[in-house]
């Protein structure tokens, strides 16, 4: 009768370790993927921005002011030392620019930003943001080139200035991706609605100056 239990408890544990051996050997249901707005919203906003900056649109140097933002704002999280600083600087600059078109001409935005950028700047190697290379410095030389092709474009005639406004945001767009893969300096949603905001307003850029 032992004998006969003893089996019949062993036939029951190895059914046991059996229906444990299937469970942990079945996959288990993975997380339901993340919807494409959720996975690239900076995308998508970046794209609407875009849009909603593009509509009426008569001559691209009318965008300088932007291409000076896009390097101010890296500079800026740079000098901060803070990544997640890029929004509210990106905001900022958002608010300079439409508080400026207020006035008629009368207040040039580029020159505004720019002169912000140069403040924090300043600001940045006072509290000592000098390093890393990849912060600060390279960011003053980004300043620098993007600055100079957005206030050169106010200073020449519209179409030249135009293409030159096309061709510094995208290659501002190249910082992007170079940020991006790097996750340095801005943090990752910020380079990629830039990315997209650079690439579309260089589009309508040029495809405005062509139809003109």
């Known amino acids: 009768m032992r004998t006969r239990s003893a089996r019949r408890g062993q036939i029951e544990l190895n059914r046991e370790r059996s229906i444990v051996t ?25 794209l609407g921005f875009a849009a909603l900056i593009a509509f009426g649109l008569v001559s691209g140097v009318e965008l300088a ?20 600083a890029a929004w509210p600087l990106f905001l900022a600059t958002g608010v300079v620019i439409t508080v400026a078109r207020l006035f008629d001409g009368r207040v040039e935005p580029t020159w505004v930003i720019l002169a912000g950028a140069v403040a924090l700047l300043l600001y940045g190697l006072l509290r000592g943001a000098g390093r890393p290379g990849y912060g600060l410095p390279l960011q003053t030389a980004a300043l ?18 135009a293409y030159l406004v096309a061709a510094g945001l995208l290659g501002h767009a190249a ?13 990752r949603s910020l380079a990629e609605f830039c990315l997209a905001l650079d690439t579309a307003l260089a589009v309508a850029i040029v495809v405005v100056t062509v139809l003109q």
């Open 144 to 161: 620098l080139g993007f600055g100079v092709a957005a206030g050169a474009a106010l200073l020449i005639n519209p179409e030249p200035g």
């Open 22 to 46: 299937d469970i942990e050997s079945t996959p288990q249901a993975t997380s339901k993927p993340q919807s494409l707005v959720r996975r690239r919203w900076p995308t998508l906003a970046g």
């Open 175 to 187: 910082w992007d991706v170079h940020h991006h893969r790097t996750n340095r300096v801005v943090v």
């Open 65 to 84: 002011p932007v291409l000076a933002a896009s390097a101010a704002v890296y500079l800026g999280a740079a000098a901060l030392q803070r990544p997640a």
